[in-house]
């Protein structure tokens, strides 16, 4: 009898405790649909946190690491620290989704078989970093041809896009009750946003488009939901008149069932963002999106098919978009289906990680 053949062990370096963003979201849908028969991930973060607590709830090893700052010696000293940690661990390929971690990763694996991996998951330049990284990676995976743009002398990069799981929507019910326990009718239609409260997400923009909608279509209510400071937000909308009609939920653990209340994504930002996760899981739940086509966004719909982009910081046109989509169910019905097919055919979170699990077997060979 020959025994099984052993799995090939990688470490994924993240640079947080908690989840703050896509980045961790994407990287522990990874854990969850990795082909474990041949792939064994271990996962290094800074200390114990939300991370490592869904990291051991997938049965994922972890262990802690204090991330050095930037600092020439300082990460000699780490780099030598993780070096020693991958070799009692047999770890054949580090995986790191930010600059810094993938240069420390690079001096780790140097002079050594180890290989390398850097995950550019935002659309915006690193300045001289992005100049850098290439020589400390074996590979770059860029979550877009947006990110790809980055490093355009480079051919160790892939486009991998972002990938997330097919989804049904709640039950009848229990989404009544979610609607109902944010205050949302049967008859609203809702608009909603889904993200991180910060600068460059277009939300004063989405306040001031939704103020024009407001009139016209009085059972149409905007939900804002995410981490973040939404007290100048709320002062706006206020300001607005679109106190009543506009619900801030703050952020959600029932994400995805918040989700599922939402009949129109919106994002429109005017950040060159990697690829957006919250328009694609809308995507997955078969709704159409208003978007800006700034960075990856561009690369998620077809515009007028399923869904519209509108102009950055563009209050009016925007309003327009979400105005045809309000007004029209067979419309949003429509988009929303042909939205679904696009994110089936190149988003779905098993083709994302076979890609990578591929890149990581063309490493080791």
Known sequence: MTSASPTLKYAYLCAFRDIVGGGQTGMLLHFKHADRSAFTPLLICP????VSRQAELLGIETLFFSWPPVCPLRFILAA??????????????????????GVLAGLAAMFS??????????????????????????????????????????G?????????????????????RLRRALGLA????????????????????????????KSKYQQARLLISGRGTDAELKALASELGIGRETIFSGFQTEHFAVRACIDIFTLPGTLAEGLPRSILEGMALGRPAVLTPC???????????????????????????????????????????????????????????????????????
């Open 156 to 176: 160790k990069v892939r486009v991998i896009y972002n990938g997330v799981e097919k989804a049904e929507a709640p039950l009848p019910e229990e989404t009544a």
């Open 295 to 365: 960075g990856g966004s561009a690369e998620t719909i077809i515009d007028g098919e399923s869904g519209f982009f509108a102009p950055p910081t563009d209050h009016s046109a925007l309003a327009e978009k979400l105005g045809l989509l309000l007004e029209d169910a067979a419309l949003r019905q429509r988009m929303g289906e042909a939205a679904k097919k696009r994110m089936l055919e190149f988003f779905e979170i098993n083709k994302a990680t076979r890609a990578i699990e591929t890149a990581y077997k063309e490493l080791a060979s």
């Open 186 to 213: 049967p008859e609203n239609v809702v608009i909603g946003y889904c993200g991180q409260l910060v600068e460059g997400k277009g939300l004063p923009t989405l306040l001031r488009a939704f103020a024009l909608l």
């Open 113 to 154: 078989p180890i290989k390398t991996v850097f995950h550019a998951r935002v659309g915006d330049s690193g300045g001289l970093w992005d100049k850098i990284i290439p020589f400390f990676s074996d590979r770059i995976i860029c979550v877009s041809r947006a990110a790809a743009r980055r490093f355009p002398n480079s």
């Open 80 to 101: 030598r620290r993780l070096r020693a940690i991958c070799a009692r661990n047999q770890v054949k390929i580090i995986h790191a989704d930010t600059l810094e971690l």
């Open 47 to 50: 200390e114990q946190g939300e």
